[in-house]
């Protein structure tokens, strides 16, 4: 029976998982001498991650007998309401999962401790990991966060599915106007175009697809002065939700997490949209073969980028520092350890766990890989982190875009809003 998964503050759910990596009496290293350490680390994940989460905390705490690693994981909003009160009480778990959207907050809080030093040392091995990785976590020279997955935007259907609708497959070059031109081929029918557009990422999409940011580069401020370009994007959204292209906000107080009502699993919707991390466990959800295409154009190279999934951060408070780096450093570079991660938390980092993993991978986790590799030769430098007041700045997007879907507010109202609001908050936080 696994231990009663402890609680700070937080009320977790314990799971087992059964099963375990083969040969691990022939691993070399195996530390049985060591002093007594109890390490906490939280994430936030569905269900395929938690277990293959506690699936690697075992595997490391069999290779470490004097670890003990006590976990907690939650929903992604869930996480960061839990994580807030431990947080202000300096009493962060030893390794948090940390989002870009909150390292600049928990950074400049003195919240994360500066990996560097691990890194040089070599206690975090980086020897395989792409510079431009490892700066995706770093803010004003230093690293608060070693990135755990790489992943790109991308768009996700059923070729079958298409078909049926006389939808003509997208193309790598396909643009906003084949996407429109599909919405009215399917007008009166009772089929979705796709999921929901989560507004901060894919109006971000959009405003690099232009040349402009979301974010000034100082933090002060948004990075684009044209309120046309908010306009045409929301009031594309908006025409969609009124022709019932695209969910309306409503959709999401009915159980539409349970793939039996979603209608993209239903075969009722033509796309779903997210990063590249997430197509593994759709693809598992869905039971049969999906294609990933990139998001549309015109200009992709200049919207897509390549970005870390999520990181792994060290708690400045935590006891056992030394230790949290060698956790880390196992997680991203141990093969068994990315064997049972299956690429969910985007494609590794280390470049040799990627080329061995190439040779035994599924085909979705394959696909996964060639799109990224694709990504890679198509696609620009990712934007800064976000600023601090970034999650405040979201959720007024969030509720003007609702607004938006349900006609109650018209894009150019929102566009002023949103200026208004966004600059408030992001003027008061630096």
Request: hydrophobic fraction near 40%; proline fraction near 6%; aromatic fraction near 12%.
């Amino acid at each position: 029976m696994r231990r009663l998964l402890r609680t700070i503050g937080m009320i977790c759910l314990m799971l087992t998982l059964p099963g375990c990596v083969n040969q691990l009496n022939q691993r070399p290293g195996m530390i049985v001498d060591e002093e007594p350490i109890t390490l906490r680390i939280a994430w936030w994940g569905g269900e395929f991650r938690n277990n293959a989460t506690i699936a690697v905390i075992d595997l490391y705490e069999k290779l470490n007998p004097h670890v003990n690693i006590e976990y907690e994981y939650s929903s992604f909003n869930e996480y960061w309401r839990k994580l807030a009160p431990h947080a202000a009480g300096n009493a962060l778990p030893d390794i948090i999962q940390m989002d870009i959207s909150y390292l600049s907050q928990y950074s400049s809080l003195q919240l994360l401790e500066d990996m560097t030093p691990y890194m040089q040392s070599g206690l975090i091995d980086t020897t395989d990991i792409e510079k431009e990785q490892l700066e995706s976590g770093s803010l004003n020279g230093k690293t608060y966060g070693l990135s755990l997955g790489v992943n790109a935007m991308l768009s996700i259907y059923d070729p079958e599915v298409l078909k049926a609708n006389d939808i003509e497959l997208p193309t790598d070059t396909w643009t906003w106007a084949d996407f429109d031109r599909m919405g009215e081929q399917l007008l009166g029918k009772g089929i979705y175009l796709g999921t929901y557009f989560t507004p901060e990422q894919f109006f971000a999409y959009y405003l690099r697809q232009y040349g402009s940011k979301l974010y000034a580069e100082d933090g002060k401020g948004l990075g684009y002065e044209d309120d046309g370009l908010f306009v045409d994007y929301f009031a594309r959204m908006q025409q969609l939700a009124e022709k019932k292209l695209i969910f309306a906000p409503d959709i999401w107080t009915s159980d539409i997490g349970q793939p039996d009502n979603d209608p993209f699993y239903l075969g009722e919707a033509l796309f779903s949209w997210g990063y590249s991390n997430q197509f593994i466990s759709t693809a598992q959800r869905y039971g049969k073969t999906l294609t990933i295409s990139p998001m549309p154009g015109p200009n992709r190279q200049d919207g897509l980028f390549l970005k870390p999934g999520m990181f792994f951060s060290m708690a400045g408070n935590s006891r056992h520092k030394e230790e949290a780096a060698k956790f880390i450093s196992f997680f991203v570079n141990d093969l068994d350890a990315n064997l049972l991660l299956k690429g969910e938390r985007g494609v590794p980092v280390s470049s040799s766990v990627k080329e061995r993993m190439k040779l035994v991978v599924e085909p979705e986790l394959a696909q996964v890989f060639d799109y990224i590799d694709w990504v890679a030769d198509n696609s620009s430098q990712m934007d800064p982190p976000d600023p601090v007041g970034a999650p405040e700045v979201t959720a007024v997007l969030r509720e003007l875009y609702d607004l938006l879907l349900f006609g109650k507010i018209t894009p150019e109202q929102a566009a002023k809003d949103f200026r208004e609001r966004a600059n408030t908050i992001l003027n008061g936080k630096l």
